[in-house]
Nanobody, 126 residues
Framework: VQLQASGGGLVQAGGSLRLSCAAS????????MGWFRQAPGKEREFVAA????????YYADSVKDRFTISRDNAKNTVYLQMNSLKPEDTAVYYC????????????????????WGQGTLVTVSS
């Protein structure tokens, strides 16, 4: 599976962006999808995930009620709608796919994921 993330950019605090992650190369079927981010000088951290079968969503506390993850399996694409953006949301955002594991414990940990996209930069100015 190849993942291509897009949609990043520069936005003012309080604004919105929608990230997209398109999968190609093999069937998207069965893969849960996640978004992670990495700010300069910090470790990569979990943002959100969505299961394959029933679309259950998971969020980091820092983005809950502001970000929404969704997927369109027909288009092999997962989205991250980001609202009420804050300067601390500034980071490179990565999408990832996991097949072997399920549940919040695994979805929130980057080693669980099998495939990663290249990242898209989100910069939130104050």
């Amino acid at each position: 599976v190849q993942l291509q993330a897009s949609g990043g950019g520069l936005v003012q605090a309080g604004g919105s962006l929608r990230l997209s992650c398109a999968a190609s190369g093999r069937t998207f079927s069965g893969y849960a999808m996640g978004w992670f981010r990495q700010a300069p000088g910090k470790e990569r951290e979990f943002v959100a995930a969505i299961s394959w079968r029933d679309g259950i969503t998971y969020y980091a506390d820092s983005v809950k009620d502001r970000f929404t993850i969704s997927r369109d399996n027909a288009k092999n694409t997962v989205y991250l709608q980001m609202n009420s953006l804050k300067p601390e949301d500034t980071a490179v955002y990565y999408c990832a796919a996991v097949l072997r594991y399920s549940g919040s414990y695994y979805y929130s940990r980057s080693p669980s994921y099998d495939y990663w996209g290249q990242g898209t930069l989100v910069t939130v100015s104050s």
